[in-house]
């Protein structure tokens, strides 16, 4: 009964722990394996010796096994297959010739550096050519990069992990039969992938099938049933091919993610959580098992076995792996730097230590001590920089530029234009033929489709733009097409004009109302059309700053001003209507100019239209009115007709 219980408090401070954990990442805003594993070791035979992960006996393999194949089910239903798509090339070299280049220049590593025989050199290598989504995923939520670069990384974490794990096996089959010939080895690891390929496909449709056949069963117990199901495909695969699970898993995850479920953000929502846990219980338990004696008796060369890896095996892996992959030097450059170690290197390390002690083979702690050494490292240098290092490349989300515009009436095709003289890219979506010409003929890029389709945002490059725009003459329309758009593509900026009453729905899902609360854009398409209009810019002085925003916000509500774009830290942008105006903000704008035309005519005055808008002017600074100067917006530039 008293060992029962200490199993059971062992558990229950391994669960504590790593939740704990959790939160402080959360908090911190840093990976929380970060945490995991001070709190693990903290916990641990070296210092308090408060848990001790050896008295799990063979129940320590037992949930390694099943936790790890949770977590690369939850992976692979998290994976877009549409977005791995764009990615196919490069992604499918990292996987392949990328983990080759690791296990090799690894192998060569840890056998000159550390002085591992080659046997042991490469079985470590074998267990590092993984990059491990349970770290990857939360860094990038933090990061938010480039989208290619964050998919591109999100897939190869997820893919790899079964690739890695069942190279490591098929290395540790090798060096337990060192009878085995090369033929052996290579046809080994394609039946193992075949095996787990095929059995996760099968069973991952008929699961699917299951789930859309069985409207009767309550939530709940649908994500049982998902449960069940990867553990009983797991196994299964496991009975039939030994180390093909992890495999059968991944590929269950992703045939279920493509059979579109009834409640699937439900499931993948459980299967998240189940993750965590997972993942916070076995780092504790391992780490808390890791002898750092074990660690300091490798030397610096472990240390510049690490290095090797992180600095030259990598980079030159992205090199070769991203050749014409249309990628520049900055994406590059951050994917040969992020390649954090997470829970299948530890979990499948610790595994492989236990068999070779027990087969009477030297290495195992310290194949284990040099893969904690390579996760400590990864993570903290890779980990803990990564957010610095996205805004020192410039490849964070925010720092994209250019607009996919959906509209091409009056209001659209001026702000492609104005996009267009500042040098950023620019693209139109309309399904109105003629206005598409009007676009074309102002040498706009426009697309005639519907901006409900993914391929035609796709082919519009939404990827690489800063800013989506929905501008159609519909309200209810722009608010579909920008929900639509964040979901799929998630643009740093997305806005859509819609009227006062759905404002609230657009604050409730990040979608910003555009230029103003109260905006009409028939009316103001109508001014453009009618030449009613003016165009000015003004810069706003950090003198009397807080005057000249109360000024702009009383033209805003005068209904005869429009705020179209703002300048900030060179970047244009789209203004929101609850823009916070700032010192050197740089706004241009329209300004609506009610003299009747006839009225115009007579006096001489100049006049603006559609025509005249054909070329855009130089738009004049025009400095907001101060409490001295009333003149308000006298410079403005305009066209004759």
């Known amino acids: 009964m008293e060992g029962s219980f200490e199993l059971t408090l062992q558990i ?53 096994s099943l936790s790890v194949a949770i977590i690369l089910f939850e992976g692979g239903l998290n994976l877009e297959l549409r977005e791995l798509g764009r990615v196919s090339a490069p992604l ?25 025989p080659w046997s042991i050199a490469f079985l470590y290598a074998s267990l590092v050519v993984v990059t491990g989504p349970t770290v990857i995923s939360p860094l990038l939520k933090q990061v938010e990069v480039d989208r290619r670069v964050a998919t591109l990384l999100e897939g190869e974490g997820v893919l790899i992990d079964p690739v890695g794990a069942i190279l490591a096996v098929v290395v540790l089959d090798t060096i337990l039969n060192s009878n085995a010939v090369p033929l052996e080895i290579v046809s080994g690891l394609g039946l193992r992938l075949g095996v787990g390929a095929a059995i996760g496909g099968a069973c991952g449709w008929l699961l699917g099938l299951f789930l859309k056949r069985t409207p009767f069963l309550s939530e709940d117990l649908k994500n049982l049933v998902v449960l069940a199901g990867v553990w009983g495909i797991f196994g299964l695969a496991q009975t039939l091919r030994g180390e093909s699970g992890l495999m059968a898993t991944v590929v269950a995850g992703i045939v279920l993610k493509a059979s579109s479920i009834p409640q699937e953000r439900l499931i993948r929502r459980f299967k998240g959580q189940l993750t965590v846990l997972c993942v916070s219980v076995l780092f504790i338990l391992l780490a808390a098992d890791l002898s750092i004696a074990s660690i300091f008796a490798l030397g610096w060369g472990s240390v510049l076995t690490v290095c090797v890896l992180m600095f030259v095996v990598r980079p030159l892996g992205v090199i070769v792996c991203t050749i014409k992959s249309g990628m520049n030097w900055r994406q590059k450059m951050f994917l040969a730097w992020v390649a954090p170690k997470g829970i299948v290197s530890a979990s499948v390390a610790s595994l492989f230590a236990i068999l070779l002690t027990e087969k009477g083979i030297n290495g195992g702690d310290s194949i284990k001590a040099l893969v904690f050494l390579t996760i400590m490292m990864t993570v903290f240098l890779q980990g803990l920089t990564a957010g610095s290092v996205a805004r020192l490349l410039k490849i964070t989300s925010q720092e994209a530029t250019g607009a996919v515009i959906v509209g091409c009436n009056p209001i659209g095709r001026l702000i492609g234009r104005l996009f267009q003289e500042q040098g950023e890219g620019v693209v139109l979506i309309d399904t109105d033929p003629e206005a598409c010409k009007l676009a074309a003929a102002e040498n706009l890029p426009v697309f005639q489709s519907s901006a409900l389709d993914p391929k035609a945002l796709e082919e519009a490059g939404i990827e690489s733009m ?47 109302q555009a230029f103003m609360a109260e905006f009409s854009i ?87 239209s559609r025509l005249a808008l054909e070329k855009l002017p130089e738009v004049e600074e025009v400095p907001i009115a101060d409490p001295v100067s009333q003149p308000v917006l006298e410079k403005i530039t305009s066209n004759n007709e």
Not at 92 to 109: P, Q, S
């Open 12 to 64: 229950v401070i391994a669960v504590t722990a790593g939740i704990a954990a959790q939160v402080l990442g959360e908090y911190m805003k840093v990976p929380s394996i970060v945490f995991l594993l001070v709190l693990g070791i903290f916990l641990g035979k070296d210092c308090l010796h408060i848990l001790q992960p050896s008295n799990l006996g063979v129940g320590l393999e037992v949930l390694v």
């Open 92 to 116: 499918r070299n990292l996987v392949t010739l990328g983990t080759l280049i690791t296990l090799i220049g690894g192998g060569m590593a840890a056998h000159w550096l550390t002085e591992f």
């Open 466 to 512: 800063g800013t989506f725009l929905a501008l159609t003459s519909n309200a209810e329309v722009n608010l579909v097409l920008a929900q639509r758009a964040f979901e799929e593509f998630k643009p740093p900026r997305v806005l859509a004009v819609s009227s006062h009453n759905n404002n609230n729905g657009a604050k409730n899902s990040k979608i910003d």
């Open 522 to 608: 028939k009316t103001w398409n109508k001014y453009l059309n009618e030449g009613q209009v003016k165009l000015g810019k003004t810069v706003l002085k950090e003198a009397g700053l807080s005057w000249q925003q109360s000024h702009i916000q009383a033209l805003i509500l005068s209904g005869e001003f429009l705020p179209l774009l703002v300048k900030r830290n060179r970047k244009m942008k789209v203004v929101k209507a609850s823009e916070e105006w700032r010192s050197h903000d740089e706004i241009i704008y329209l300004l609506h100019d009610s003299r009747p035309k006839l009225l115009k005519l007579l006096s001489g005055g100049n006049q603006s």
